[in-house]
Nanobody, 123 residues
Framework: VQLQASGGGLVQAGGSLRLSCKASGLAFSSYAMGWFRQAPGKEREFVAAISGSGGSTYYADSVKGRFTVSRDNAKNTVYLQMNSLKPEDTAVYYC?????????????????WGQGTLVTVSS
């Protein structure tokens, strides 16, 4: 299984970015996908997740109303649209996959992880 995250970069506060995570080596539509992030000096934290069908989504309180997770099962890709970005959103963002997450909101719920993409939000 390989997860390739992309789309990170430098953006000003209030701006937008869309992250992508392309998966290979798995039956993509059978896997829930999660986004996590880790800021310098902090622990990795949950951002958003989506069920295999895309019918259920989950968000951290800190990003609700600003971020949207979606997926295109035909392209084996999950997206994270990030709007109204804040400096505190600066982090390395990781995508993760699991066929049946024990806990959508926790990183131990996911077996497979991508390499991360850096998002930097300037004030």
């Amino acid at each position: 299984v390989q997860l390739q995250a992309s789309g990170g970069g430098l953006v000003q506060a209030g701006g937008s970015l869309r992250l992508s995570c392309k998966a290979s080596g798995l039956a993509f539509s059978s896997y829930a996908m999660g986004w996590f992030r880790q800021a310098p000096g902090k622990e990795r934290e949950f951002v958003a997740a989506i069920s295999g069908s895309g019918g259920s989504t989950y968000y951290a309180d800190s990003v609700k109303g600003r971020f949207t997770v979606s997926r295109d099962n035909a392209k084996n890709t999950v997206y994270l649209q990030m709007n109204s970005l804040k400096p505190e959103d600066t982090a390395v963002y990781y995508c993760a996959a699991d066929s049946f997450p024990k806990d959508y909101y926790s990183d131990y719920g996911y077996d497979y992880w991508g390499q991360g993409t850096l998002v930097t939000v300037s004030s």
